[in-house]
T-cell receptor, first 114, second 111 residues
Framework: EDQVTQSPEALRLQEGESSSLNCSYT??????LFWYRQDPGKGPEFLFT???AGEEKEKERLKATLTKKESFLHITAPKPEDSATYLC???????????????FGTGTLLAVQP | EADIYQTPRYLVIGTGKKITLECSQT?????MYWYQQDPGMELHLIHY???????EKGDLSSESTVSRIRTEHFPLTLESARPSHTSQYLC??????????FGPGTRLLVL
């Protein structure tokens, strides 16, 4: 069964204290892995797509990496405005027709204190 | 500006009422989705559409229904709201193989 597990569930950092969030996945063929940021009461905001092991993407203080079993979201020198829930989702590779279904993890709640 | 819109943002309604949650996108995307999300929980797909007149049920069973008469519009309807329907409903869209882009969500409270 396709599954996504994110850890830790919650993370509290001091401003400037770098860390990483983990997304472990089990899927019968990976079409893509997606990272989203979600602020309270809002819809998820797309951050990155990763397609193959070894791929890396960067945006400001965030860098996402992918292996065959997991993805990491590295946060370098975070600021309070980086506080949010970070969601990971996988898109299984299906044969016989296109599908964009995503399987989401429960997210990591990040709090960055000044 | 290309975007995805949901109305209303918040809705408090009594049991038994019929409600329609609106979702529109100006992204030019063919595919659209409805998710349900409870606090601290993962998003669950309840409906999706690959194009006009194409709708499918998602992985999470839902008493809601959807329609796709226009490419840009994907409304969700509950014929008779119940307290168990209280949740956040998120609409999203995507092109053929790209990421899904989400609207701001509708928070529904059924009393």
């Amino acid at each position: 069964e396709d599954q996504v597990t994110q850890s830790p569930e919650a993370l509290r950092l001091q401003e400037g204290e770098s860390s990483s969030l983990n997304c472990s996945y089990t899927v019968s063929g990976l079409r893509g892995l997606f990272w989203y940021r979600q602020d309270p009461g809002k819809g998820p905001e797309f951050l990155f797509t990763l397609y193959s092991a070894g791929e890396e993407k960067e945006k400001e203080r965030l860098k996402a990496t992918l292996t065959k079993k997991e993805s990491f979201l590295h946060i370098t020198a975070p600021k309070p405005e980086d506080s949010a829930t970070y969601l990971c989702a996988v898109q299984p590779k299906k044969t016989g027709g296109a599908t964009n279904k995503l399987i989401f993890g429960t997210g990591t709640l990040l709090a960055v204190q000044p | 500006e290309a975007d995805i819109y949901q109305t209303p943002r918040y809705l408090v309604i009594g049991t038994g009422k019929k409600i329609t949650l609106e979702c529109s996108q100006t992204m030019g995307h063919d595919k659209m989705y409805w998710y349900q999300q409870d606090p601290g929980m993962e998003l669950h797909l309840i409906h999706y559409s690959y194009g006009v007149n194409s709708t499918e049920k998602g992985d999470l069973s839902s008493e809601s229904t959807v329609s796709r008469i226009r490419t840009e519009h994907f409304p969700l309807t509950l014929e008779s709201a119940r307290p168990s329907h209280t949740s956040q409903y998120l609409c999203a869209s995507s092109d053929l193989a790209g990421p899904q882009y989400f609207g701001p969500g509708t928070r529904l409270l059924v009393l």
